[in-house]
């Protein structure tokens, strides 16, 4: 244990000499100016996710079965931007000396471990969601036959996946005391292969298979299909700067080893993938119907019979 809190006490060391050492390049004014940026982010984040969820809530025709799923990754995402968000605004302010905070190896590994519970809980939706879609490609008759036990199950699994990846996380930098984030990204790597596996087999199915008859029920399924498919590759599309840079630059230097462009890009590819979390709801309204009368109707734009009436 006397090894441990030396380890620690030096690693708290090092980040004060980083932070100080950092600002020769990167001025303070620089990190709160990009931290305002972040916070803007998480404040859209927020408010974007709290009207999808309320609308899903409130309309009896958005909340069906099929779409738990999906309210389940708008509640990821509003995590994602208030608490995610905000220990990661607490540690930047760290890094860059803005304040100083030092909390126990212990405390420090819980706030990795929520730091990164959420993302994962995003990620794991996704792929989740591209499973539920491709069953719903290649099955649609038994799809429609599923009852809502099978999808809370399946929103249950998303959510016990996260915790226990993150209490891997939690065990693993409290008893090594080391940031190496290869476990952490397996989830992600797993969850991408399945992605680009179900969607690839989605679109082999629709427009290289057979096709049976396009009643109004197949060509809605489809309809989303298409819709969740955009969401999902736009979300990895804003993530994936961020990812890439990580691996190749961030996970292997230091800040202070860092030029002040880098690290500005660093904050711009991080804000890129922040921004993920915004994108399901403004594609939701743009290609789904009732999801955008919905919408038009809580926010008092159009009268509620007016509404349902060209349903």
Known sequence: MDKMANDSLDKQNETLIEGRLTTLTFSPSECIAWLIVLCTVGIA???VNSLAVIVYLKEPRLRKPSMYLVISLAVADICVGVITLSIDVFNIGRKFSLWEYYLSPAGDSILLA???LFPAASVTNLAVISLERMHATFRPFKHRLLTK????ASVGFVWLTAVLNSAFMYLYVLFTLGREFYQ???LFACCFSIIVIS???IVAKMYCGTHPHHNGAVSRERKLTKTLFI???VSLALV?????SFIFVFSKLTYYGLSSQT???SFFSLSLAYANSLVNPIFYAYRIPEFKRAVSSFLGCTPRAQVFSSK
Not at 240 to 244: A, I, K, M
Request: aromatic share 18%; glycine share 4%.
């Open 45 to 47: 984040i927020l408010t």
């Open 114 to 116: 929520v730091l990164l």
């Open 149 to 152: 036990w099978i999808f809370g």
């Open 184 to 186: 952490y990204l397996s």
């Open 199 to 201: 969607y690839m087999s």
């Open 231 to 233: 969401v999902t590759a």
């Open 240 to 244: 994936l700067p961020y990812t890439v």
């Open 263 to 265: 690290i500005h890009l």
